[in-house]
């Protein structure tokens, strides 16, 4: 079964560091997205990205993120300086269609010292 | 109030039993409700997909909307310890972003 892969699977950084997540979404999916979820939290909406614009983005989703599709197959969402509130699991979802399900992937720990 | 309320448990239960699994939402909205399970240290796994109001069925897995009540439930019968992990009820306007419940810890013990 297809399914969305996330690299790498855990990131340390030192804050103020600019981090690059990758994801690679099912391949005929055209709806993408980042999720994050802060230890013992729940999973919070950053950001949907259709036709190679952005769709959506939460009020976490701030001048330091930034996404972008650089090819027709991979999906990144950047933090450009990172803080150590930025320390969560990060996930891609992608969907088909807009009636369809969304699909997660694995995601990244991302751990800002 | 918050917009998705759900027990955070844990929920222990005996191999073989029933399992009863509620989220409650404020905003009437909301149109398609969603299942997912979450092992530790994994992605959310799609488990049932519903639209509006209704039950909907998959092997050992039921789903039920009541959007009158406000109220989802997700039933499993005849329960695994595989089954054990986190379970989170997710909901969304139309097509746009999903609201998440904090999850529901279940373990199912031999």
């Known amino acids: 079964e297809p399914e969305v892969t996330q690299t790498p699977s855990h990131q340390v950084t030192q804050m103020g560091q600019e981090v690059i997540l990758r994801c690679v979404p099912i391949?005929?999916?055209?709806?993408f997205y980042w999720y994050r979820q802060i230890l013992g939290q729940k999973v919070e909406f950053l950001v949907s990205f259709y036709n190679n614009e952005i769709s959506e983005k939460s009020e976490i989703f701030d001048d330091q993120f930034s996404v972008e599709r650089p090819d027709g197959s991979n999906f990144t969402l950047k933090i450009r300086s990172t803080k150590l509130e930025d320390s969560a699991m990060y996930f891609c979802?992608?969907?088909?269609?807009?009636?369809?399900?969304?699909?997660f992937g694995n995601g990244t720990r991302l751990t800002v010292t | 109030q918050k917009e998705v309320e759900q027990d955070p448990g844990p929920l222990s239960v005996p191999e073989g039993a029933i399992v009863s699994l509620n989220c409650t939402y404020s905003?009437?909205?909301?149109?398609?409700f969603m299942w997912y399970r979450q092992y530790s240290r994994k992605g959310p796994e799609l488990l049932m997909y519903t639209y509006s109001s209704g039950n909907k069925e998959d092997g050992r897995f039921t789903a039920q909307v009541d959007k009158s009540s406000k109220y989802i439930s997700l039933f499993i019968r005849d329960s695994q310890p595989s089954d054990s992990a986190t379970y989170l009820c997710a909901m969304s306007r139309n097509t746009d972003k999903l609201i998440f419940g904090t999850g529901t810890r279940l373990q199912v013990f031999p």
């Open positions: 979802a992608s969907r088909e269609s807009v009636l369809s399900p969304l699909h």
């Open positions: 391949s005929n999916h055209l709806y």
């Open positions: 905003n009437s909205a909301f149109q398609y």
